[in-house]
Each structure stands twice: as C-alpha cells, then as structure tokens.
C-alpha cells in the first residue's frame, strides 16, 4: 500500500534508494524498485561509482581549401594559407572559372590564322608543295 515512489520495507512504507546505489549515481524509483544509473555527463557502474565522462579533445584537421575544387575546368588550384589560388592551366586564357583554350574555331583566329589543336597558327608551312603558294 506504499506510494509508487516508495516500497515497503520491514513493513515500513520506506524509499528503497538508501545505499543501494554507488557514489554519485542517481536512483528513480519506478513501482517500488529502485533504478541506479549515471546522471548525463557521467559514466560508469551505477551501483559501484559514476564519474565524470572526459572531454575528449575535438581535433580538426587542417582543411584543404582546394578540395573540392573551387576552381573550374582547365585550372588549377594552389592553397595559400586557407584560401585557394585559382590560376589557368598553361595555354588556357581567361580567368577561373572561365578558363579556355586561345581557339575552338578558326573563325576565334585572325585572318592569316587557322585553329590547330586549340592554338591560333599559320597553317602553312608544310602544307603545300614545293613553289606553291598557300593562302588562308
């Protein structure tokens, strides 16, 4: 006939939590049976002793501000201090993230110019037979 939060011991409506749990645990009572464990933020046997849970050393990596790389294609990306560089790849004009080649059509050439594996040249020299003229 005792409360929820008590049990009945030697006859005695009592709280069943007196010394049954370790030092710095905490004990609920639910229908008359006491409950050790650790109260949050500790760990250990709750009927033995509870302590204090060690904070563990949060360890950042240092971060690599070019992966992913923030760059674009036909670049290249150098890291300085935390910030990265952002550069054209040799042969590439423009700037990132609009790097591209000097030519994708001979109409992006001069005049006397054709495009050649991405690059303005004379289409010329070699092309023609010997004493022949060539024209663009």
Known sequence: ECAPSLACINLKCSNP?????????KCDVVNHNPIC???EG???DP?????????????????????????G???????QGSRPVCTCLPGYFGGPP??????LLSSECQLMKACV???CVDPCP??????AECKV
């Open 17 to 25: 939590c007196v010394g049954v749990c370790g030092i710095s645990a």
């Open 37 to 39: 464990s650790c109260p």
């Open 42 to 44: 500790y760990i250990g």
């Open 47 to 71: 009927f033995s002793s509870c302590r204090r849970k060690p904070v563990e050393p949060v360890i950042t990596e240092p971060q690599d501000p070019c992966n992913p790389d923030p760059c």
């Open 73 to 79: 294609p036909n670049s290249e990306c150098r890291p």
């Open 98 to 103: 609009n790097c591209r080649p000097e030519c």
């Open 117 to 119: 594996q991405q690059h």
């Open 126 to 131: 070699g092309t023609c037979g010997a004493n």
